[in-house]
């Protein structure tokens, strides 16, 4: 039982260059997530699907994409990498939008 | 919208010690406390949570306490063992239904 799997692990881009992120959960789960995670600053939420077919902002959306795929897959695009989007980026799903959340293993990307 | 506030943000403790983290929160409507861990290299994963109509829940050597009327809860860890060396954060459900996320409280455990 894999859970949640983002792709890739590590990452480095240049600025301007775009790139896909992926995320796919095995639980069957309603609701999937972005967050992105700099020292000191906890984890913020990128966007967020409360089901399958719907994507909201969170904090931090300026910048980056969503696709929910299917019920199984949501992915993060960045179109134009800046520095500031240097970051760890996790993937989480949960059952509810309420509930608790599973975290994939991060993506570590550097912008250059 | 809400905002939530972690201390410390680095807490060493002796083995066998106990360890407290706090957190406050601003938004009054919240109403879902989760602490989860973050062990180095992974995600985080919940190790307890509170909703607003409890003030204090155990699980073994871990506790959570809420103060509503103060807006803060804790995570009170008894009898520490190096395994609880890890990342803690604090969340408080906003308005929106999603969590907003304290700074972490790397908890160190001295052998």
């Known amino acids: 039982n894999a859970g949640v799997t983002q792709t890739p692990k590590f990452q480095v881009l240049k600025t301007g260059q775009s790139m896909t992120l992926q995320c796919a959960q095995d639980m069957n789960h309603n609701s999937m997530y972005w967050y992105r995670q700099d020292p000191g600053m906890g984890l913020r939420l990128i966007y967020y699907?409360?089901?399958?077919?719907?994507?909201d902002k969170g904090e931090v959306p300026n910048g980056y994409n969503v696709s929910r795929l299917n019920k199984r897959e949501f992915s993060l695009r960045l179109e134009s990498a800046a520095p500031s989007q240097t970051s760890v980026y996790f993937c989480?799903?949960?059952?509810?939008?309420?509930?608790?959340?599973?975290f994939g293993e991060g993506s570590r990307l550097t912008v250059l | 919208g809400e905002n939530v506030e972690q201390h410390p943000s680095t807490l060493s403790v002796q083995e066998g010690d106990s360890a407290v983290i706090k957190c406050t929160y601003s938004?009054?409507?919240?109403?879902?406390f989760p602490w989860y861990k973050q062990e180095l290299g992974k995600g985080p994963q919940l190790i307890i949570d509170?909703?607003?109509n409890v003030g204090e829940k155990k699980d073994q050597r871990i506790a959570v306490t809420l103060n509503k009327t103060a807006k803060h809860f804790s995570l009170h860890i008894t009898e520490t063992q190096p395994e609880d060396s890890a990342v803690y954060f604090c969340a408080a459900q906003g308005s929106n239904y999603q969590l907003i996320w304290g700074a972490g409280t790397k908890l160190i455990i001295k052998p």
């Open positions: 938004d009054s409507a919240s109403n879902y």
């Open positions: 699907s409360a089901s399958e077919g719907t994507t």
């Open positions: 989480a799903s949960s059952e509810l939008n309420t509930g608790e959340l599973f």
């Open positions: 509170i909703r607003s």
